[in-house]
Structures are given as structure tokens and as C-alpha cells.
């Protein structure tokens, strides 16, 4: 839907000319469960949105349309609201943080649509809390620093959503750049825009078309056990605050005195940040192949030491690695589902589309949904 149209749908709705904002899904590339470790990530904004027309009222009330879930819902700002275990929380979220930092809201007529795969890994969290942001914000005139902002729904996700998760979504999603991947280092959130050189290579995203739904208590509880491993390493190294400052070969030496599954999530996240690290590295002399393998090896860490992939995003892996064009094939996102990410070479897309769809449907008898995404830009108005 182009901007004209979206605006034509809002007046169906409710009075007032609105600007209209949106914000982007991501597809992490790798770096997996190091953002809430101080460490490194490295995602791409997908061209899947979350679109928001706006409009501020004087009731200090927030009127809600979801055209995804053909729902309207009031939120009154001066009722405290609190979580209700749906997709307006993270309106009401951004709102609540919003508030908190001072910005007094007026009220607002919201009309929301998203093309962004619910449930599937792609952050179609984060794209709701950011294209809302901007345009709770305009409501009053107002902007903050992408930066301000990516925090601020991450805190709105963490304090008011329920969901510990790191930056990296909102961070993405808000400074994500056409044909860039964005290296993040998530302590100092300092970043760099890659060049994806996508002339030959393409990043392949499949969706397993499941969600386990102990994704978020166990979410919370991988992130206890990172800080239960920190808090024991620093018996050996007083001055380490979070994963991130332990190197393998730190690692290596104090292993054994971690408990069991403790030790495994320290050596999946620590190994990630080294892998990330190498990426990179790959990636700046062209060595697709490396970081393909890069991919793999990542995969297989989430899935034995982090545990935190599924038999679906298992076999979507190994059906694409059997597959010739494919360099490398991992899980993407927190998992226990969604969407698996796949370095594929462009000449033999098609191909790999095809074979994966039905070999995925017939082991499973789901049927996937593929998508071949440019890296896109992150969120903005549309004028
Ligand atoms: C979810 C969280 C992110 C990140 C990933 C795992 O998407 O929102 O902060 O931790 O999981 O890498």
C-alpha cells in the first residue's frame, strides 16, 4: 500500500489529516544471543514494514486499528496501563516510556498495518515499537535521536512487554540502510554500515511456519544463565562485567568450574562473538565461503549449546545445506521457530527455492514461506 492509499484507509477510520511513519523487520545475519552479552551482531533491515498512520487528539487517549488484526483498541494514557498479553502492548509500551521520559502525549487515532511475519524472528516487535515511536513523537512535534529512541523500545519491550531482549531489533530497525548490513558492537552501541555486495550472493530467508511458545520465558532464562556464568568467571577474572570480556582462551582455562549447561550457554555466546568478529573479517576480503561456514558453525553452537533451535529450524538447515548453491544456513533471531537465514549464490536461488519448498513440505507437510530480501532502509517518515 503506497502512502496515499494508507492515508485514504486512516479517514475511513477516523478524522484529521495523518502523517504517516514506518519501520522495518530484520534478518540477523549473525551474532546470535551476544546483544544482552555486551557483544557483536550483525543484521540487515528486511523490506517488510510496519506502517502507522497518525493523528493527535486532546483526550489523552489512544485509538488503535489494527488492519492485520481488524481490531481497534482505546489505551488511556492516564489509566496506567499495563501489559495485557497483546499486540497493542507494545503501543501502550512505547507510550509508557515515552511518558516516563517526560514527553506528555495528547492522544492519537492510529491506523497500523505490517507486512512483517508475525512470530516468524524477522522483529516484527521491534518494527511495531519503532514505527510507533516516531509516530507517538510526532504527536507533540517531537523527534529523539534514532539512538534515544532504539533504547527506548528496548525498554519499553524489557519493563513493560516483559521480554529482556537486547538492542539489536531496535537498533536495526531504526538504523538499518539500503544495501548495508550494520555491524553492531552493543556495548558501546557503536556501528559500522556494510556494503552487501549482492550481485552474486543472495540472503535467503525461510520461514519454518511454526513458533514454540516457551520462546520468551526461555529467552529470559538463557539470559540468567549468561549472567549466572559472568558471576563465576570472575572468581579467575575479577574485572569482566559481562560475556563479552572473556576470551576463548580465557574460557578455555576456567571451564570446568561452571556447572554443566552454564558452561555451554558461556561457550556459545563466547564463540559467537569470535565468529561475528571473523565475519566481518570474511566478509572485507570477499571470502563468502568463510563466512558461509561461519553461518554453519553458528548454527550448530544454538542448537547444541545454546539450545535454543527446534527440530523445524533444525531440518530447514540441514535441507538447505545438503542443497550445492548454498554456502551457509543458520537459524536467525531468539528461535524455538520462525525463520532460518541462508547465503545462497544468486545463479541458483530459484533452484534452491524451489528444492527446499518441497523437500521442507513433504518431511513436514508445512509450507514455508521464502523470502529473498534487499537490505532496506530503517525506519522513517513517508512523505
Ligand atoms: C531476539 C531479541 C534480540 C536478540 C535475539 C537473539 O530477537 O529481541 O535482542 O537477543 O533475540 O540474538
Not at 501489559?83 to 497493542?88: T, V
Not at 559500522?192 to 530467508?205: C, G, K, M, T
Request: proline content about 3%; some cysteine; glycine content about 6%.
Amino acid at each position: 500500500m503506497d502512502r496515499k492509499q494508507f492515508v485514504k484507509k486512516f479517514e475511513q477510520h477516523f478524522a484529521g489529516k495523518p502523517r504517516v511513519f514506518r519501520a522495518p523487520g530484520r534478518v540477523n545475519l549473525i551474532g546470535e544471543h551476544t546483544d544482552y552479552n555486551d557483544g557483536f551482531v550483525f543484521p540487515m533491515a528486511i523490506s517488510f514494514y510496519t506502517t502507522i498512520a497518525v493523528f493527535p487528539t486532546r483526550d489523552r487517549k489512544l485509538y488503535i486499528r489494527s488492519e492485520n488484526m481488524n481490531e481497534l483498541i482505546a489505551i488511556d494514557l492516564d489509566a496506567n496501563a499495563t501489559r495485557r498479553n497483546h499486540w497493542s502492548d507494545y503501543v501502550a509500551g512505547m507510550a509508557n516510556v515515552l511518558e516516563a521520559e517526560g514527553f506528555r502525549l495528547p492522544g492519537a487515532s492510529m491506523l497500523i498495518d505490517s507486512d512483517v511475519p508475525v512470530g516468524s524472528g524477522l522483529s516484527s516487535s521491534a518494527a511495531l515499537e519503532m514505527s510507533a515511536g516516531l509516530a507517538l513523537l510526532s504527536t507533540i512535534g517531537s523527534e529523539l535521536a534514532l539512538e534515544k529512541l532504539a533504547l527506548l523500545g528496548q525498554k519499553a519491550e524489557n519493563q513493560f512487554v516483559g521480554m529482556n531482549c537486547g538492542i539489536m531489533d531496535q537498533f536495526i530497525s531504526t538504523h538499518g540502510k539500503e544495501n548495508h548490513a550494520l555491524f553492531l558492537d552493543c556495548r558501546t552501541l557503536d556501528y559500522e554500515l556494510v556494503p552487501l555486495q549482492a550481485d552474486d550472493i543472495r540472503f535467503v530467508i525461510c520461514n519454518t511456519m511454526v513458533k514454540h511458545e516457551l520462546g520468551s520465558s526461555e529467552y529470559n532464562k538463557r539470559r540468567a544463565e549468561c549472567e549466572q556464568g559472568v558471576t563465576l568467571m570472575r572468581a579467575d577474572y575479577p574485572d569482566i562485567k559481562a560475556l563479552r570480556d572473556v576470551s576463548l582462551v580465557q574460557f578455555k582455562k576456567v571451564q570446568h568450574k561452571l556447572p554443566d549447561i552454564v558452561r555451554k550457554r558461556c561457550r556459545h555466546v563466547i564463540s559467537e562473538n569470535e565468529r561475528t568478529l571473523q565475519s566481518m573479517t570474511a566478509l572485507n576480503s570477499n571470502d563468502l565461503e568463510k563466512f558461509g561456514q561461519l553461518m554453519n558453525s553458528s548454527h550448530d553452537s544454538l542448537r547444541d549449546d545454546y539450545q535454543v533451535s527446534c527440530k523445524e529450524l533444525d531440518l530447514m538447515v540441514e535441507l538447505a545445506r545438503a542443497h550445492d548453491g548454498c554456502l551457509g544456513a543458520r537459524m536467525t533471531g531468539g528461535g524455538f521457530g520462525g525463520c532460518t537465514v541462508n547465503l545462497v549464490l544468486a545463479n541458483s536461488v530459484d533452484h534452491f527455492v524451489e528444492n527446499l519448498s518441497k523437500s521442507y513440505e513433504k518431511e513436514t507437510t508445512l509450507k514455508p514461506d521464502i523470502y529473498i530480501s534487499v537490505p532496506s532502509e530503517g525506519a522513517h517518515e513517508l512523505i
